[in-house]
């Protein structure tokens, strides 16, 4: 079972940039992949960037260039830095721990907020 907690997310303007973060316990960030998801009112949730264990990232074509994704294996967080936010932003933001051969489950945070106002 490995529990995720993200932290982080509140109100910005457009333009602005925040972190968040994503703490996990049983489970290490570096040996599995694990991703960054949105979810804004009425929504499907997205994907939005990813991380391998091999250290490899992808982004979703929104966010490209603008945020992030990376972690601190010394402390095992997962981050997601955004930049150059707009209102389009504004949803839930999710950690995942994502299902593969070596870990078969997936988990999911409980989410952040993130608003970004014009």
């Known amino acids: 079972q490995v529990e995720l907690v993200e932290f982080g997310g509140g109100l910005v303007q457009a333009g602005g940039s925040l972190r968040l973060s994503c703490a996990a316990s049983g489970g290490i960030f570096s040996l599995n992949d694990v991703g960054w998801y949105r979810q804004a009112r009425g929504m499907q949730r997205e994907w939005v960037a990813a991380i391998s264990r091999l250290g490899a990232t992808d982004y979703a074509d929104s966010v490209k260039g603008r945020f992030t994704i990376y972690r601190d294996s010394a402390k095992n967080i997962l981050y997601l830095d955004m930049h150059s936010l707009q209102p389009e932003d504004t949803a839930v933001y999710y950690c995942?721990?994502?299902?593969?051969?070596?870990?078969?489950?997936?988990?999911w945070g409980q989410g952040t907020q993130v608003t970004v106002t014009s």
């Open positions: 995942r721990w994502e299902s593969t051969v070596w870990s078969p489950s997936a988990y």
